[in-house]
Nanobody, 122 residues
Framework: VQLQASGGGFVQPGGSLTLSCAGAGFTPDNYAIGWFRQAPGKEREGVSCMTSAGLSYYIESVRGRFTISRDNAKKSVNLQMNGLKPEDTAVYYC?????????????????WGQGTLVTVSS
């Protein structure tokens, strides 16, 4: 049972990236999936989360720019990031919680994927 995050890269300010979180050995449909990020020298912070029922949550700094969604065909949860800013630069992680409900506390999640690096710079 694993999570795999992908889609990071280098983008200029104002650009877009889509991160994907896929499950291996289980179906993410029944889990809450959270996206976290960790910038150099900073604590890991929750960015967005989607419950198993499809409710979505965002931190204030990304609301209106980021969109979390499920791709049932690919059994993944995506994070569409638009209007990227240099302060969005971080390693992004996805995490799963089998209760199906969301939290921005990392301790709530019991399954983590490896990170994918997002760099926003001119």
């Amino acid at each position: 049972v694993q999570l795999q995050a992908s889609g990071g890269g280098f983008v200029q300010p104002g650009g877009s990236l889509t991160l994907s979180c896929a499950g291996a050995g289980f179906t993410p449909d029944n889990y809450a999936i959270g996206w976290f990020r960790q910038a150099p020298g900073k604590e890991r912070e929750g960015v967005s989360c989607m419950t198993s029922a499809g409710l979505s949550y965002y931190i204030e700094s990304v609301r209106g720019r980021f969109t979390i969604s499920r791709d049932n065909a690919k059994k993944s949860v995506n994070l569409q990031m638009n209007g990227l800013k240099p302060e969005d630069t971080a390693v992004y992680y996805c995490a799963a919680q089998s209760f199906g409900t969301c939290s921005f506390h990392r301790e709530w999640f019991h399954l983590w994927g490896q990170g994918t690096l997002v760099t926003v710079s001119s």
